[in-house]
């Protein structure tokens, strides 16, 4: 089992930077893959960055590469995301998971924090 609690959300104006951070409960959270996805208003649960189990390895959407960057920290079981040149079309709820699985595909996390709101303005 991993507990998941999001932070770092919040209003920011386009083109600057956030950081949202991921903190998870539990001795095995080097043994999960780590995930970050959003949801936009009446809109599906998107993919949009995943780091592997040691961190060695890192892919994303690729309406975010360039921009963002997924880091995880095992001795401290903290996964972050660094979002630069923020865009209004980034305005979501942002949600942090943890799979068995190095995937990107939103039915193969099985664990999820409650999310964090992220608004950019124009």
């Known amino acids: 089992q991993v507990q998941l609690v999001e932070s770092g959300g919040g209003l920011v104006q386009a083109g600057g930077s956030m950081r949202l951070s991921c903190a998870a409960s539990g001795r095995t959270f080097r043994n999960y893959a780590m995930g970050w996805f959003r949801q936009a208003p009446g809109k599906e649960r998107d993919f949009v960055a995943g780091?592997?189990?040691?961190?060695?390895?890192?892919y994303y959407a690729d309406s975010v590469k360039g921009r963002f960057t997924i880091s995880r920290d095992n001795a401290k079981n903290m996964v972050n995301l660094q979002m630069n040149s923020l865009k209004p079309e980034d305005t979501a709820v942002y949600y942090c998971?943890?799979?068995?699985?190095?995937?990107?595909?939103?039915?193969?996390?099985?664990?999820w924090g409650q999310g964090t709101q992220v608004t950019v303005s124009s």
């Open positions: 780091i592997s189990y040691s961190g060695g390895t890192t």
């Open positions: 998971a943890a799979s068995a699985e190095i995937t990107m595909a939103r039915e193969r996390y099985n664990f």
